[in-house]
């Protein structure tokens, strides 16, 4: 059977001062690095792009549109439209129309409106990427 220890006054375990001065100074690295990561986790949260528009301000603006269009097996082509707005007005609509090659043809799989899916050969389709300066 074991015996209970009797007690002197005296804690059981001493406090390392040495370790717990090393701690103190440790806590404000902690909190500095903890306060980091909020901050790289709340910059990262999905913020409100004030560039993204669902209308054309039509008092004074130029609203353009890039589409390609497929011409034959060989040769799609590339609409560039701009429409100057004034006033609520429609100023004027340029256009530049160009010939470009046609990026050839791939094999897909289709689906209907009753859900049947069917394996079909359609033309590729341009990506378009815009840049504004």
Same mark, same amino acid.
């Given at each position: ?19 717990n ?16 990561a ?29 589409? $390609? ?11 560039? &439209? ?6 609520? $007005?429609?100023?004027? &609509? /340029? ?12 094999? &897909? ?6 859900g ?11 990506? /378009? ?5």
């Amino acid at each position: 059977m074991i015996q209970p220890q009797q007690w002197t006054g005296e804690p059981l375990h001493k406090p390392d001062f040495k370790n717990n001065l090393h701690m103190n100074k440790m806590k404000p690295i902690v909190l500095v690095i903890l306060a980091g990561a909020l901050l790289l986790m709340l910059s990262c949260s999905e913020k409100k792009n004030e560039d993204v528009t669902n209308e054309v301000n039509k008092m004074g603006s130029v609203e353009s549109s890039v589409t $390609v269009q497929h011409a034959d097996s060989l040769h799609d082509i590339l609409i560039t &439209t701009h429409k100057v707005w004034n006033n609520n $007005v429609a100023y004027k &609509t /340029i256009e530049y129309r160009d010939t470009i090659p046609a990026l050839g043809t791939e094999h &897909t799989s289709a689906e209907n409106e009753d859900g049947d899916t069917k394996n079909v050969t359609v033309k590729k389709d341009y990506e /378009i990427f815009i840049t504004v300066k």
